[in-house]
Structures are given as C-alpha cells and as structure tokens.
C-alpha cells in the first residue's frame, strides 16, 4: 500500500497513518503557492482507477509511482501558480459521477470520464470541499456543493470549516482532511476538536465506516491522503 500524503501533517498523524502503508511524503516547491504546495489533491485526480497527474509534478513522484508499479497518465496542463490555475486537478469522482467547476477541469479527466454523469459546481476546489462515501452519501464543507447536490437527491452533510487548520490560510476544508481506504474514513485529527464532529461521527458511523482519527487535535487539511494498492 502506497499512501500520498503531504509532508507537512503532524507527525503523530503521520506515525499512525505509517501503520497501513507506505506513505510518500510529498511536497513541492516553486510551483503554486506554499499552502497548497504539497497537497495530493492539488496534481492528482483518479477517474475509472486512472491516475491523472500533472505535467509538472516533480519527476521523482513520477518514479516513484513508476517504481510501484503504478500506472498513470498526464494532464494537459500545468498547476499554475494561484487559483483557478491550481484546480484543474481537484475533481471528485466516484463510480457514477464526477463534480467540479468544469470550467477549470483538466481535459484529460474529462476524456476518463465519457462513462459517467458530469455534476458541475462552481467550487473549483472541489475534492477539497467533498468526501464521498457509499451509497451516494457525501460529507461537504461547501454550501454551493451543499445545493447542487441536494438538487440531485443526493444525501449530503453540510459542515463549516471554520476550525480546520490549514497554515497559511484562514482555515481549510473538510474533504482535504479525509482519506478512504476499503471501509475506513481516515481523519487527520480529532473530530472531538471539530464543531461538527458529533454530526460527522454519526454520519459516517450510520454507512458502517470505522473511523480512524489519525492524531489528537484539530482537524488539518493537508490536501487529502491517497491511498494506493
């Protein structure tokens, strides 16, 4: 198991998420601005079990993905250095849909996608914003993504965001703090330190997930966490 996650999650999350696999500590520099720089969700996106990355990922994640035998394929444009520029990759896909502002979304994602429903917001941000889970149920720190999926009949739980951590910024976003392997929700932090964290708690337990808090504190965003088998 190879797990994406940025270098910068507290070390107490890092040393429980080594438990489960091998994590590629990622980061980048001078590439967009520092925090998002080392966000999985900012230069990868999986669409029908493809990998997409960005041209200008560092070639030594492209190796090591390589090295793992791990297929994928590039994007056509860059991550650029400040919004839209940075989102072209931060779509959300599951086995029927996909969301994001398409107006952002980079061409390659939408050419893996021909199979599926195409559900556009106007969050860029997207995979930031939305954890999926089973049985079209989604978790969302987005009120626009909130609506649009409401309007589809899908079920949906709204949280602020308000206390989630994410340095350089005045707070992060739920989705970027989440990773879903097999039947578990992973959480960098405590949801006993999230104003939602009860209803979140419910929810996810409600969908027979087990929840794996990762350190105890407040929830950080570090740009989502990939898991790879």
Not at 20 to 35: R, S
Not at 86 to 100: D, P, Q, R, W
Not at 117 to 125: P, R
Not at 174 to 191: H, M, P, S, Y
Request: aromatic share 12%; net charge negative.
């Amino acid at each position: 198991m190879l797990i994406i996650a940025d270098k910068r999650i507290p070390e107490e999350a890092c040393l429980n998420l080594q438990k489960y696999g091998v994590i590629l500590h990622f980061e980048t520099t001078g590439i967009t601005y520092e925090a998002i720089s080392g966000h999985p969700d900012i230069f990868f996106c999986k669409v029908n079990d493809q990998f997409i990355v960005a041209p200008n990922l560092p070639s030594k994640y492209k190796s090591n993905l390589t090295g793992n035998n791990i297929s994928y394929i590039e994007g056509e444009e860059p991550v650029g250095s400040k919004y839209p520029d940075t989102a072209g990759y931060n779509a959300v896909s599951t086995e029927k849909y996909v969301f994001h502002n398409f107006r952002y979304t980079d061409s390659k994602i939408n050419e893996m996608a021909t199979d599926l429903d195409l559900i556009h917001v106007n969050q860029g941000y997207c995979r930031c914003n939305l954890l999926t889970l089973k049985n079209d149920h989604y978790i969302t720190s987005d009120e626009g993504i909130k609506r649009v999926l409401e309007n589809y009949k899908l079920n949906v739980l709204y949280v602020d965001p308000k206390d989630i951590l994410l340095p350089g910024s005045k707070h992060g976003f739920f989705g970027g703090c989440c990773g879903i392997w097999e039947n578990k929700v992973f959480i960098i932090g405590n949801l006993d330190h999230f104003g939602a964290g009860t209803a979140v708690r419910q929810y996810i337990i409600s969908l027979n997930y087990e929840i794996i808090e990762l350190y105890n504190g407040p929830l950080f965003d570090g740009g989502s966490l990939l898991f790879i088998d």
